[in-house]
């Protein structure tokens, strides 16, 4: 019997998911509920979940796209954001009406992961059971990303200080200042995940480069005392309990190239470390040489996998 996720028991679905994931993607009934139906795109009428007699079968979980939250995204496409399921035919049997549901409404194409609030970038290429699954029904791959981690313990920063680069973290004071940086730089997805952090977290979660008053350059970096992980945060569980996460981050476009990125990196890592973060991760970047320099090596690499919906 199908039933939606109005009073789901976040903690019980978590359990299943871990019980059919690799350890590396395990999560926690709070990040769920946070990705699924605390997220604005919750897809209410695609997403359900299978049960027999009070037993979970499997459940998957479908965003709308985000558009309505910044520009940018396609409105015809959706997101597979997870699917957990017992036995495939479960899994085949969720995936089958979540297609017709969504080709119904005219949706163009189903994205696994990326959507706002994800858990996936691409499918984990060491997830092979949910590669497999993608495949015979009909996801097609594109690029590959990685995740990197080091543990900050005995971190020092390898990069000089460009000349009037200063780095901290912000203060309530320093939001419109943000504000601004993002209508300048980043308007879209960044501009809408870090404003809604800090929202959630205070300001202290966005390290910037400032010249003066005003932001330059920012990244967003959260620790083990957050309420919301998010990026590669959401992946805390199988992380040490100090755990650690630094991105987005970028520098003002006409900055790029003269070292104030690379410092910026270097300086917020050394601020998480202070804050008590042993193991850091960065997540979904191709930047394997740029954050290389810094130690971190990858440890998680997935690849794009849509599926185009027919017209
Ligand atoms: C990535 C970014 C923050 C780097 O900042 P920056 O000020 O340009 O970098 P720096 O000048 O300090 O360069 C640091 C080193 O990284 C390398 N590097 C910088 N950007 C790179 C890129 N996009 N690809 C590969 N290497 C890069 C530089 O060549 C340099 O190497 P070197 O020390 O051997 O010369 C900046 O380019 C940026 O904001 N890009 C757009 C946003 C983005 O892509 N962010 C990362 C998402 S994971």
């Not at 092979?128 to 020092?156: I, Q, T, W």
């Amino acid at each position: 019997m199908k039933r939606s996720f109005k009073d789901a028991d976040f903690d019980r679905l978590a359990a299943f998911w871990n019980a059919c994931s690799p350890e590396k993607y395990w999560i926690d009934g709070e990040q769920l509920r946070l990705n699924t139906v605390d997220s604005p795109v919750f897809d209410w009428g695609a997403s359900c979940i299978e049960e027999a007699d009070g037993e979970i079968l499997g459940f998957v979980s479908i965003k709308k796209s985000a558009r309505s939250l910044y520009p940018g995204p396609d409105k015809d496409v959706a997101h597979l954001s997870c699917i957990a399921y017992c036995e495939a035919q479960y899994g085949l049997d969720l995936l089958t009406e979540v297609k017709s549901i969504l080709h119904n409404r005219g949706c163009s194409k189903l994205q696994f992961g990326q959507d706002s609030r994800h858990f996936f970038p691409g499918c984990p290429t060491d997830y092979p059971a949910l590669h497999n699954f993608l495949m015979v029904e009909g996801f097609s791959e594109g690029g590959e990303c990685v995740d990197l981690e080091r543990n900050l313990l005995d971190y020092k920063n390898p990069a000089p200080i460009p000349d009037g680069d200063e780095f901290r973290a912000l203060t309530e004071n320093d939001i419109p200042a943000l504000s601004d940086f993002f209508d300048r730089e980043f308007p879209y997805r960044w501009k809408y995940d870090t404003m809604t952090k800090v929202s959630i977290e205070g300001p202290s979660c966005v390290f910037a480069l400032f010249h003066g008053d005003r932001i330059d350059g920012f990244a967003l970096v959260q620790d083990f005392t957050n309420k919301a992980p998010i990026g590669g945060a959401v992946w805390h569980v199988s992380m040490a309990s100090t755990w650690g996460a630094l991105g987005a981050i970028g520098v003002a476009k006409d900055l790029r190239g003269k070292g104030s990125g690379n410092a910026l990196l270097g300086s917020a890592l050394e601020y998480l470390r202070d804050r008590g973060v042993e193991q850091c991760i960065i997540d979904w970047t191709g930047l394997v040489d740029f954050y290389g320099k810094h130690g971190f090596v990858p440890t998680r690499k997935y690849t794009s996998m849509s599926l185009q919906l027919d017209p």
